[in-house]
């Protein structure tokens, strides 16, 4: 990975690292369509004015039928149920699950993209040995009681949303500006989610929710999504699509320690067994590999 990509790599994994904890004090105030709808607010009001500037934001109007499909398949489907999700699940198990994106990124690339430096023994290994750990992970939690299957579910769910969305975008419109589609995505979001955060948002207010959970909204808004999708997408331009899902391991950490420090979340069973199997999976899976493969 070269210099760049090592940068972009650390912004996209700690700006992707925090949401969790910001959903997590979020949605003891709001509602998800609340939350949702006010990140996506903030985000695409952050990036449609930027993409304006630079004069890219035409070319995405113009691919609006791709970048519907990406927005459905990114941002309203797995943001509905990674918010629900956290209602239940801490946010350090969250950051971990979404560890998964880069399985899914992986068996995406060898068989539809077909792209054959991936099957390198040690990525495989790598790859099989962090997948092992989270299996172990949500299968010593859920044997004690401790996790939701139902919710681990709808976040793993979430995960293949992640892991397919950005091959729409690298395929169909590479050349759009990924400010430019993400702004005009959030744009889009944002329509979809208005009638129902409507309806929520007065009787919140009135509430009187706290500083915590404003200012975690602003951040979903500015940090995780308009600074998150900017270095993301930079990001694969520079390594590709399935090493820049990798980027998701580095996102589990920064939420796991996170939410120990942060919000006195356990640290169970299935973390410390689990957990290290993945920190060597992704050190395995993301270095970079020399030799024939055969």
Known sequence: MS?????????????????????????E???TWTIVFSRVLVGAAVLIPIAINRKVLKPALKAWPYVLL???????????????????????????????????????????LKDKSLAHPKTLAGLAI?????????????????????????????SVGYAVAPVITSIKIPDVSAVAINGLAMAIVAVIYAVPAAFSLPGEIAANPPIEAWLSIIGLGVICSAIAFVAYFTLIKEIGVARGSLVTYMNMAVAVVLGILL???PITAGILVGFPLVLVGSYLATKKHTGVNH
Do not use: C, Q
């Not at 940068?7 to 949605?27: D, E, S, T």
């Not at 999700?85 to 539809?112: D, H, K, Q």
């Open 29 to 31: 105030d709001f509602s």
């Open 263 to 265: 919000l006195d979340e």
């Open 130 to 158: 962090g997948f092992t750990g989270l299996i172990l992970l949500v299968g010593i939690d859920a044997l004690s009681g401790s996790i939701s299957v139902p919710h681990v579910g709808m976040i793993i769910l979430a």
């Open 3 to 27: 210099r760049k990509g090592l940068i972009l790599f650390l912004i996209a994994g700690v700006a992707w690292g925090v949401p969790y904890l910001f959903i997590r004090v979020a949605v």
């Open 70 to 112: 990406y927005a459905l398949i990114e941002m309203v489907g797995p943001w509905y149920l990674l918010t629900e999700a956290e209602r239940v699940i801490n946010s350090g198990l969250a950051g971990l699950l979404v560890a998964t994106v880069p399985f899914f990124g992986l068996l995406i690339g060898l068989f539809y």
